[in-house]
């Protein structure tokens, strides 16, 4: 494959899901009391064990932010027996090629094996516009973001494929989704388009066979929840929120939360979705909120549930692809642990937990302000968080920021958290463009896996570690 991995269309996304500078609005409504002035704050100790490093490299007199050289982690996935099944990049000069690493919480990226999909044209895909007549042939390289394995040891992925403009400028690409065996190879694929641009974001397995897939669409005015069988046929489909971005996750009972963007401060009535955003942004009561949904076993979809309302403010034009905010979750039982950020270096906000209990409704809010660093005296910017549960129910949040990896772990009952920074390892120098990302297998092992370059800005490494409490 070709470099770039990803399409012009996709480009932002992919960079934002590798070094992602995120800014976020929050708030602390329904939050525990604050602890009293001056108290110290609550320590988590914890250490990291490294399991394997990789090393990167870097082209300075190059402005794209992926590698020139090394391997680059991304999506992530439990198989059945605790194994951990990573997507990830090989970079060489001029060239990229997508892997599938079993076993990455016990071998490193030398035994990666290729993801093998196929060069004809999936099912579903749309057509390109010829500047004349007929059709041009689609784009076929494919972006994947997202994984998923059954129980049987098959590898679902998803992501877009044909990435185009059309003659007016706008973009368009169709949603793709793949199954594979258990060393990478295609069973089938599929494309989904609605004419616009489509993508697949999440994946969430049914145990009936089939999945529920989410993503978002460009223009942003709505995003797609689809229920598909097991041979990636439409079943089922809904439009929800307002595009920006969604994703969607399994409780213990059967039921999907599914968590997204939505307008806030937009009267009903106003005309079409763009005509309504921006009388509200003229009249200076737009803004974008943070809701979820939950889909019933039967198909039923309830809420939305606010979850952060003006996570950004009078933003309407930031779409899916423009890098501006994304949801992550984890649950714990029938209860998920909802993380929101927004892009907004001019007003900048740190990220925000909050659970959703059982019933569906917000028991607690935290936001975490020293997620923020400046980025000069008028800008400033966020870590990019992820978050695990653990199986006593409480919640376990990472971020990359000043060349560290911050924890912090809150108690699933409470919100009151405890925090820790850790030294990543030796090879990442410094942690330029860092993140981190924490996984927490089903036997409550905690990995951390983490990306960056040193101070210099063009070596570093790829890592993984295993996450250890000192003291419970």
């Known amino acids: 494959m070709n470099r770039p991995v990803c399409s012009p269309a996709g480009q932002h996304r992919c960079i934002a899901a590798v070094f992602a500078w995120l800014l976020l609005a929050s708030a602390s409504v329904a939050a525990p009391p604050p602890e009293p002035a001056g108290a110290a704050p609550v320590l988590l100790t914890a250490h990291l064990n490294p399991i394997w490093t990789s090393p990167l490299t870097r082209d300075l007199a190059e402005p794209a932010l992926w590698p020139t050289t090394g391997f680059l982690p991304g999506g992530w996935a439990e198989a059945s027996g605790g194994a951990l099944v990573l997507l990830g990049t090989m970079y060489s000069p001029g060239h990229a090629e997508r892997l599938i690493l079993r076993n990455a919480e016990r071998v490193g990226p030398e035994a990666a094996v290729p993801l093998v999909l196929p060069t004809s044209e999936p099912a579903g895909v749309q057509r390109q516009p010829g500047l004349l007549f007929g059709s041009r042939v689609p784009n076929l390289d494919r972006w994947i973001g997202s994984i998923a394995v059954d129980g049987d040891g098959a590898i679902w992925v998803g992501g877009g494929i044909n990435f185009f403009l059309d003659i007016g400028s706008s973009r368009h690409g169709d949603a793709y989704l793949a199954k594979l065996d258990e060393i990478g190879r295609a069973v089938w694929e599929q494309a989904y388009s609605d004419g616009r641009l489509l993508s697949v974001s999440s994946i969430v397995l049914r145990t009936a066979g089939g999945a529920i897939v989410a993503g978002s669409t460009f223009p942003a005015d709505t995003s797609w929840l689809a229920r ?46 763009q005509d309504a955003a921006l009388a509200a942004v003229k009249a200076g009561s737009y803004r974008d909120d943070v809701v979820a949904w939950v889909l019933g076993e039967t198909g039923q979809l309830q809420g939305p549930v606010s979850v952060r309302e003006g996570i950004s403010q009078n933003d309407a034009y930031r779409g899916p692809h423009s890098s501006a905010g994304s949801i992550t979750m984890a649950a714990a039982g029938n209860a998920a642990f909802v993380v929101s950020k927004w892009l907004n270096s001019a007003n900048p906000a740190g990220v925000q937990v909050a659970r959703i209990g059982p019933e569906g409704a917000v028991t607690w809010r935290q936001s975490l302000p020293e997620t923020i660093a400046p980025m000069d005296v008028r800008r400033a910017f966020s870590c990019s968080p992820s978050i695990a549960a653990l199986p006593d129910g409480d919640a376990l949040v990472a971020c990359a920021l000043y060349g560290q990896v ?58 993984m570690a295993q996450l250890t409490f000192d003291t419970e």
Request: hydrophobic fraction near 30%; aromatic fraction near 8%.
């Open 228 to 273: 598909v069988g097991p041979d990636g046929a439409r079943l089922q489909e809904w439009r929800l929120g307002n595009g920006k971005g969604i994703t969607v996750l399994p409780l213990q009972d059967g039921r999907i939360l599914v968590a997204g963007f939505a307008d806030g401060g937009v009267a009903a009535g106003t005309g079409s979705y």
């Open 406 to 463: 911050q924890l912090h772990r809150f108690n699933g009952k409470t919100g009151k958290s405890r925090s820790a920074s850790l030294t990543p390892p030796r090879c990442q120098k410094g942690g330029y463009r860092s993140s981190a990302s924490v996984i927490a297998l089903s036997d409550g092992t905690v990995f951390v896996l983490g990306t960056g370059f040193g101070n210099d800005g063009d070596t570093g490494c790829s890592w």
